[in-house]
Nanobody, 126 residues
Framework: QVQLVESGGGLVQPGGSLKLSCTASEYTLDYRAVGWFRQAPGKEREFVATIRWDGGFTYYSDSVKGRFTISRDRAKNTVYLQMNNLQPEDTSIYYC???????????????????WGQGTQVTVSS
């Protein structure tokens, strides 16, 4: 059973930065895609960014494009989400997800991912 472990969340002021990490605890993170999603209280889980493990192609939601950067370190089995210019509306629990066979058209669909981490809280407030 794959375990994904997120870290790096916390409290930051508007305009600040955080870097989230997602690491596979036991197995090689050799999946087709690894993505970040977020869910605020009372809202549905929404797509943030994802990266194709082969080739490193990246995809972003319009709300974070230009502010967030997703990257991978294959040697460390880790995916990162660098978040800059954070705003109060970015406050959410951020989840890492992975899937071994997801197709490109489903990369933004949380229901298409098989494995999930426990989430890490990001709070943007002054």
């Amino acid at each position: 059973q794959v375990q994904l472990v997120e870290s790096g969340g916390g409290l930051v002021q508007p305009g600040g930065s955080l870097k989230l990490s997602c690491t596979a605890s036991e197995y090689t993170l050799d999946y087709r895609a690894v993505g970040w999603f977020r869910q605020a209280p009372g809202k549905e889980r929404e797509f943030v960014a994802t990266i194709r493990w082969d080739g490193g192609f990246t995809y972003y939601s319009d709300s974070v494009k230009g502010r967030f950067t997703i990257s991978r370190d294959r040697a460390k089995n880790t995916v990162y989400l660098q978040m800059n210019n954070l705003q109060p509306e970015d406050t959410s629990i951020y989840y890492c997800a992975a899937d071994p066979s997801i197709i490109t058209s489903e990369l933004r669909n949380p229901g298409a991912y098989s494995y999930w981490g426990q989430g890490t809280q990001v709070t943007v407030s002054s």
